[in-house]
Each structure stands twice: as structure tokens, then as C-alpha cells.
DNA sequence: TGGTCATCGATAACACTGTTCCGATACGCT
DNA sequence: AGCGTATCGGAACAGTGTTATCGATGACCA
């Protein structure tokens, strides 16, 4: 054997960081493997002995972004009232959302043209949606939410959260819009529109 | 002056027809410039000198394609039901998505990176969202929905389908699940979550 | 009609990207 | 000590968007 490797976990992680600041700083356009190794002190081939390429590179921080999320959503507190929670886990999500909204990008809305998750990062990004399917299977299995498949009902929660991040995150929203309140609104009439008919009272707004 | 031009009108839309293609074929990263050029039997200087530069040229695509969209929003035709109605475009505006993914994504997922619409571009963008407006100022008018502000109902319906729709063209919708009746689920539950309670019984399916 | 010359457009160059190759390096082993 | 080899960094390659160059062109005016 012959010279040891200099290319570390030490160097991975630095590597990771400074990408993650070149992504927040100018967005997903400016992340090159060439500025990003010249910043970290090193060259472009530590980035490819280490990740492997730059949609690899784009992967950990994919994974390391979910992270995040997952810790986020799987903390909220939970009341036990479907609609509330529900809220709640939206409101989450857009915090994490807006605390790093490029990283949001790679996540959500594949803002990095070449990359495609791999299984295992495809996996922990389902994982982290397990709370809110447990909130809408008890929801259902009590009769409070109508007896439609429990995916149905997932995937809405999941659209309208992440309809309503992508619109502000990208300037869609009309001016002088009181975002915070609109948002828990939309995400209430969203819940309540899943109640049965007869428990139909809990009044939005 | 001298020699009349030879870019002319229809070397345009020769160059934006075969961009949709490259777009539709392959996606926006496969949408260069100099193929576009080749494709089209001219020189990459004839792109710069009819539409500037390669987001000028996105932006051309972003207006055909909302006007596309904006056609197909306007001929949805409508029942007088709020409900009824908000599902009917929110399943139109599914068709305008499926019809030409890639389109979508340049419209609303700034799927090309340097991209950012003109002014012109935008307010087209909006005009293309009126039916949705007047239908829901209507159903407020009417004492139909909850007395909010119109633009968060709007901003909500808009949400429930862009997101359900970005999950779709994502490949992020679970395995067996049948789009098509439970996209109508979620528009209706949404929809349904803005009923002043006392007409609430209209029951989602 | 012939000459001038502004203008157009294709070629080539530039600065950048991700990726690959290859030779110099520097350690572990004999 | 010296060999061998895995490792690393710089250079090379193929591609991108963009810009500059410069020859060809055709409309105007004499």
C-alpha cells in the first residue's frame, strides 16, 4: 500500500457545508464543483473520490436536508384533534421550508437539472411523511375523517403544504398578503374538508 | 441601410416549435442553444438576435405556454356550483400539465435555472388565473364561503392543485393510487373546507 | 448602372461547466 | 534504502452560454 488518504470524512463533511453555503448564498446555478473545491482548500477530484459526482454531491445534501425535516416534523407537538395537528405539520413544513429554501428546492422541486435521488434517499424522504399518515389513519379508524383511503387523504395534506411553500418561495403570492394566517387558513379548510358531514362544525378561519 | 433581414418571423417560430420539441424530448437540460440552432439549420447568433439571449428565449416558451393554459382555463366550461366549479378547473389545469409536462415545469417550477419571467410575462401569468377569482368572489358575494379575503381562497385552490400536481409530474404519488379520482377528492375536499357551515352537507366523495 | 457602406450572420474565440485521464507524489513494506 | 503502488492535483476533454470578428450582402445614392 502507498500513501494514505488525505480525502477523509473530515474533508466530506467541510466539503457539505461549504456547498450547502454556496446553495444559500446564490442558489442551485452558482453550486460548481470547481468554486466549491477551490473554497474548501482542495481540487475537483476530492469531490469525485468522496461523493462520486456532482448529482452524488447534490444527493448527500438531498439526504442531509430530509434530515432535518424529518426532526422537525417528527417534534411537533400533537394535540390529538386531526385538524389541529394537521396545521400544525404544515406550519412545520414551512418553517423548514423557510429556513433553508434552496435546500427546500433540491428536496421539493428539483432545482438541480441532472439530479434524481437515489433509493436510499428516496426511503428516508417517504419516512419523514410517517407522522401525518399516522394522524389520518386514527382520524379515519375514529370516524372523524371520511372513510376514503388514507393515501387520499396524505397526498392532499401534502399537496396543499407544498403548493402553498413553492407559490411564496417563488413570488407567486398577490402583495400585501398576510401569509401566516392565510396559509393556517388554507391548511384548516383543507383538514376540514375531509370531516364527516355530521362532525362538519369546526368552523375555519 | 443595407441587407434586409433573413432572422425573420418565421425562422422564430421554426426555433421555438423545435425548443418545445428539444424541451418535450429530453427535458430543459438537454435544451442547448447551439442543437437548437443546428436543429434549425442556422447559426446560435440567429437566437441571440431574435430573442437575446437563452432565458429570452424560456421566455418566450413561458408565454406560448401560458397561453395555452389561459385558453384552456377560459373554455372550462362552468355550472353556477362554487364547488362544482373549482374542481372543474383545477382538472383542467391537470389536463394543461400532463398535456406538455416540460412546459409546466418552465411555467411553474422554474425548471430552467437562469430563468426568471419579464414583467409582460408575469402579467399574463396572472390574467390566466381570472376565471378563478370571479368564481370565488362570487361564492362570497353569495354567502356560499366563509367571508375571507378572496385572494387567500384563491391562493388555497391554486396551492391544492399546483401541488398535487407538481407531486404527480415528480413520480411522487404512491404506488396503485388512482389519480384521477382522488385528485377530484382533494379539490373537493378543499373546496368544500370554504363552505360557510351551514351548507356544509355537501358531501365530498 | 455602378459604387459605397451600413448591416447581418456564421465562424471562431472566450469563460465557464462537469468529468476523466495521467503523471508526480509520498507513504508502507521488504 | 529502495521499490511499488495507491492517491491526489493539475491538465485535458467535451460540452455549455455568450461575445467579438470579419467577410458577405444587398439597398441606397450618384
Same mark, same amino acid.
Given at each position: 500500500?502507498?500513501?494514505?488518504?488525505?480525502?477523509?470524512?473530515?474533508?466530506?463533511?467541510?466539503?457539505?457545508?461549504?456547498?450547502? +453555503?454556496? &446553495? @444559500?448564498?446564490?442558489?442551485? #446555478?452558482? $453550486?460548481?464543483?470547481?468554486?466549491?473545491? %477551490?473554497? !474548501?482548500?482542495?481540487?475537483?477530484?476530492?469531490?469525485?473520490?468522496?461523493?462520486?459526482?456532482?448529482?452524488?454531491?447534490?444527493?448527500?445534501?438531498?439526504?442531509?436536508?430530509?434530515?432535518?425535516?424529518?426532526?422537525?416534523?417528527?417534534?411537533?407537538?400533537?394535540?390529538?384533534?386531526?385538524?389541529?395537528?394537521?396545521?400544525?405539520?404544515?406550519?412545520?413544513?414551512?418553517?423548514?421550508?423557510?429556513?433553508?429554501?434552496?435546500?427546500?428546492?433540491?428536496?421539493?422541486?428539483?432545482?438541480?437539472?441532472?439530479?434524481?435521488?437515489?433509493?436510499?434517499? +428516496?426511503? &428516508? @424522504?417517504?419516512?419523514?411523511? #410517517?407522522? $401525518?399518515?399516522?394522524?389520518?389513519?386514527? %382520524?379515519? !379508524?375514529?370516524?372523524?375523517?371520511?372513510?376514503?383511503?388514507?393515501?387520499?387523504?396524505?397526498?392532499?395534506?401534502?399537496?396543499?403544504?407544498?403548493?402553498?411553500?413553492?407559490?411564496?418561495?417563488?413570488?407567486?403570492?398577490?402583495?400585501?398578503?398576510?401569509?401566516?394566517?392565510?396559509?393556517?387558513?388554507?391548511?384548516?379548510?383543507?383538514?376540514?374538508?375531509?370531516?364527516?358531514?355530521?362532525?362538519?362544525?369546526?368552523?375555519?378561519?
Amino acid at each position: 500500500m502507498a500513501r494514505p488518504r488525505t480525502h477523509d470524512e473530515a474533508l466530506r463533511l467541510k466539503l457539505l457545508d461549504r456547498a450547502g +453555503e454556496l &446553495l @444559500a448564498a446564490d442558489g442551485p #446555478k452558482a $453550486l460548481s464543483l470547481r468554486k466549491l473545491a %477551490a473554497d !474548501a482548500g482542495t481540487s475537483t477530484t476530492a469531490v469525485y473520490s468522496l461523493f462520486g459526482s456532482k448529482p452524488d454531491l447534490v444527493n448527500a445534501l438531498y439526504t442531509e436536508g430530509f434530515r432535518r425535516f424529518g426532526a422537525r416534523m417528527a417534534g411537533t407537538p400533537l394535540t390529538g384533534d386531526a385538524v389541529e395537528d394537521l396545521v400544525a405539520l404544515g406550519s412545520a413544513y414551512r418553517t423548514s421550508a423557510l429556513a433553508d429554501p434552496h435546500l427546500y428546492g433540491i428536496m421539493f422541486t428539483k432545482s438541480v437539472p441532472g439530479f434524481e435521488p437515489n433509493e436510499d434517499a +428516496e426511503k &428516508l @424522504a417517504r419516512e419523514t411523511l #410517517k407522522p $401525518l399518515e399516522r394522524i389520518i389513519r386514527r %382520524a379515519i !379508524a375514529d370516524g372523524v375523517f371520511l372513510d376514503v383511503p388514507p393515501e387520499t387523504v396524505a397526498v392532499g395534506c401534502w399537496a396543499i403544504v407544498h403548493g402553498l411553500v413553492s407559490l411564496e418561495l417563488a413570488g407567486n403570492l398577490p402583495e400585501e398578503f398576510d401569509v401566516t394566517t392565510s396559509y393556517e387558513a388554507a391548511l384548516r379548510a383543507n383538514a376540514s374538508g375531509w370531516l364527516r358531514p355530521q362532525s362538519a362544525g369546526t368552523e375555519p378561519s
